[in-house]
């Protein structure tokens, strides 16, 4: 969650009209948000294949061994 005191130390960047271009944040504010992203994209990714057809492991290890993928 985004408080007031979070905010206070990031910077925006403007072209000569005023629109923002760019961001200026501290390093560690911006690793918190690509992890906040990596986890919503996980949420994401699981709510889309949880109703995928599961395949036993029993027969993938087949599949794999039988290509010669996977060492005993």
Known sequence: MLT???IKDIKF???DTGHKTAVI???ERYEEYLEMLEDLHLVRVYHERK???RIPWEQVRAELEAE???DD
């Open 4 to 6: 007031e005191s979070k």
């Open 13 to 15: 960047v403007t072209d």
């Open 25 to 27: 944040m501290p390093i």
């Open 51 to 53: 109703n995928d057809e």
């Open 68 to 70: 010669g993928k996977l």
